[in-house]
C-alpha cells in the first residue's frame, strides 16, 4: 500500500526559532502526531505520545514561516516487539521533501498493511540507526547500554561531555507521565547556543545574535532509555565526534539525576549556516580550534 496522508498543516510564527525556520522541536511534534493518527487510523486505538523508543530522522530542506505541510505515513516493518512508521514531511505545493521521520513504536500492533519501501532520501546517510550506540575506542561508559548502567555525569564528563543544558521536566511536556520524544530534541536544541558559545568566541557570537549566522541539524538519531516523569531534573550533555569540512558530529546525553538515570541518547550531524544566503559555511581555522577543545576522547 503506499503511503497514506496524515498530517496537513503550515509553519507558525511561535514555532521558529532564531533561525528564522521550524525548530527541530516542532518539525518532531508534527511528525510524530503524523505518525500516531495513522497507527491510530489502522489499528483503532493510538498508541501512547511517548511511545517512541528510537527514531532516525533527515532534515532536508528548511520550513519558513507559513510554509503549508504535508506529512505522509506508511509501515516499514513489523515483528512481534515492535513496528516501524516512516512520515515523509513535504511542502504541500511545491512537493519538495521537507524532512523524513523512522520511528520505532514498541508493541505488537499486526498491522493489515504490506511494508513500503523508502525513498533513498529518507535513508540514513551520516548516521547508521543500526549500528550500536557506541563511541570509538569505547568512549561510551561501560555499562551504559541500558539506563541502569549508566555510571554516572562524571564518567561522561571525564570522557569529554560538557554540561549544556540544567532544567526540570514539566507536566506539559509529558504524556501518560512520561516525556514525549520531541522534547529530548527540544531540549537538547535549547542547550545549542551554549555549545557554540564554546565553539565559535565572541565574533561568531555577535554573528549569531545580530541574525547573520545560524544553524542547523541535517540528521539526527535519538534512542529513548528511560522516559523521565513531571518533575524530574535533568542535565543534557554534548561532545563533539568529529568534524568535517562543514559539517560536526555531535554526540548528546540527556541525564536524569532525580533517578541517576540515562534517559536518552542522540547524535547529530550539524552545521553553521549564513541566514543571508541560508547556505552551511566552512568551517574556518578559528572554530576549527574552538571545536577541537569539545572533541571527546579518543574521537
Not at 564518567?155 to 509529558?174: D, H, K, N, P, Q
Not at 555577535?206 to 541535517?218: E, I, K
Request: aromatic fraction near 6%; charged fraction near 20%; proline fraction near 5%.
Amino acid at each position: 500500500m503506499a503511503l497514506e496522508l496524515s498530517y496537513l498543516g503550515s509553519v507558525n510564527r511561535w514555532e521558529c526559532d532564531e533561525n528564522d525556520h521550524l525548530n527541530v522541536r516542532f518539525f518532531a511534534d508534527k511528525m510524530n502526531q503524523a505518525a500516531r493518527g495513522w497507527l491510530a487510523k489502522v489499528t483503532g486505538a493510538t498508541p501512547s505520545a511517548a511511545g517512541i523508543s528510537t527514531q532516525h530522522i533527515r532534515f532536508l530542506a528548511e520550513a519558513r514561516i507559513a510554509t503549508p505541510l504535508r506529512i505522509d505515513c506508511g509501515l516499514l516493518e513489523q515483528t512481534g516487539t515492535h513496528c516501524v512508521v516512516l512520515a515523509l514531511m513535504f511542502h504541500n505545493l511545491t512537493e519538495e521533501p521537507l524532512a523524513a521521520f523512522t520511528s520505532h513504536f514498541p508493541g505488537d500492533f499486526k498491522l493489515a498493511r504490506a511494508p513500503i519501501t523508502a525513498p533513498d532520501w529518507a535513508l540514513p546517510r551520516g548516521l547508521d540507526p543500526s549500528a550500536p550506540f557506541v563511541l570509538p575506542a569505547g568512549l561510551w561508559p561501560a555499562g551504559a547500554e541500558s539506563a541502569e548502567g549508566f555510571k554516572g555525569v562524571e564518567t561522561l564528563e571525564a570522557l569529554g561531555f560538557r554540561t549544556m543544558g540544567v532544567g526540570v521536566i514539566s507536566e506539559a511536556e509529558c504524556s501518560e507521565g512520561n516525556l514525549r520524544p520531541e522534547h529530548y530534541i527540544g531540549r537538547i536544541s535549547a542547550g545549542m547556543p551554549n555549545l557554540w558559545s564554546f565553539t565559535g568566541g565572541e565574533a561568531a557570537t555577535a554573528a549569531r545574535q545580530a541574525g547573520m549566522l545560524g544553524g542547523a541539524v541535517l540528521e539526527y538519531r535519538l534512542d529513548v532509555l528511560a522516559a523521565p516523569s513531571p518533575g524530574d531534573v535533568f542535565r543534557h550533555l554534548s561532545g563533539i565526534r568529529s568534524i568535517g569540512n562543514k559539517t560536526q558530529h555531535m554526540v548528546h546525553a540527556i541525564v536524569n539525576e532525580s533517578r541517576g538515570e540515562l534517559a536518552a541518547r542522540a547524535e547529530a550531524i550539524g552545521v553553521a549556516m549564513d541566514l543571508e544566503t541560508r547556505r552551511a559555511v566552512v568551517i574556518d581555522a578559528d572554530r576549527r580550534r574552538s571545536l577541537a577543545g569539545l572533541m571527546l576522547r579518543g574521537s
